[in-house]
């Protein structure tokens, strides 16, 4: 199946810091991929769309202002955490769609570990 | 899209098959039913989508009962690996995300 990377796969940072976040599909275009943030024990929260070329569509409750996304190419998208405090901490998991995969499925990246001290 | 229902969790032996259900009541004519496995500290793998009545891969199968407001994830002869949380989120048409639910946590015991 496709393939999505995340770089990092983990990262500390101080509060009040920025930490950008890297999506890559790796073997197919995206023109739209998905941020979502898990919590320990908990399911995956959708926090935003990120459309290629254009602004990111985001979900009731998340800050845009904090949480930048830019699709830069067909192939990367970032987020970036700004002024991170320690409830920022969370696991990270882009996800993108591949539009030509048997059953159009979502292919999820590995996911990246944000702690702020 | 429409929310999913799930068990909480479900305890099970090694060899044994698994049958986790999943309640979507209000699913949309559009809406494919997919099922994915997610780890500790992994972003979710696919498993397997289905529409309606059953489908089949090397892994697992699906069941989907005619009105489709609910579904059957079927995991046979598990192993200690599979212990993991299963989701199973509804795709929508276009590129709408996965939305998902709270999962089931799957324990596989030797």
């Known amino acids: 199946g496709a393939v999505v990377s995340q770089h990092p796969s983990w990262v500390i940072c101080k509060s009040g810091t920025s930490v950008k976040i890297e999506c890559r599909s790796l073997?197919?275009?995206?023109?739209?991929m998905f941020w979502y943030r898990q919590f320990p024990k908990q399911s995956l929260m959708l926090m935003a769309t990120?459309?290629?070329?254009?602004?990111?569509?985001?979900e009731q409750g998340v800050e845009k202002d904090k949480f930048l996304i830019n699709h830069a190419s067909l192939t990367l998208s970032t987020l970036t955490v700004t002024s991170a405090h320690p409830e920022d901490s969370s696991f990270y998991i882009c996800?993108?769609?591949?539009?030509?995969?048997?059953?159009?499925?979502?292919?999820f990246g590995p996911g990246t570990r944000l702690t702020v001290l | 899209l429409a929310k999913t229902t799930q068990p909480i969790s479900m305890d099970s032996y090694e060899g044994q098959e698994v049958n986790i259900t999943c309640s979507h009541n209000?699913?949309?004519?559009?809406?494919?039913i997919t099922w994915y496995q997610q780890f500790p500290s992994q972003g979710p793998r696919f498993i397997i989508q289905g529409y309606k009545t059953k489908v089949t891969n090397e892994v697992a199968s699906l069941f989907i009962p005619a009105d489709r407001k609910s579904s059957t994830l079927s995991l046979p002869r598990v192993s200690l690996s599979d212990t993991a949380v299963y989701y199973c989120p509804l795709k929508g048409s276009g590129n709408t995300p996965l939305v998902f639910g709270k999962g089931t946590r799957l324990s596989v015991i030797a």
């Open positions: 990120s459309n290629e070329g254009s602004k990111a569509t985001y």
């Open positions: 209000n699913i949309a004519t559009n809406d494919y």
């Open positions: 073997d197919f275009q995206a023109t739209t």
């Open positions: 996800s993108a769609r591949d539009g030509l995969a048997t059953y159009n499925e979502q292919f």
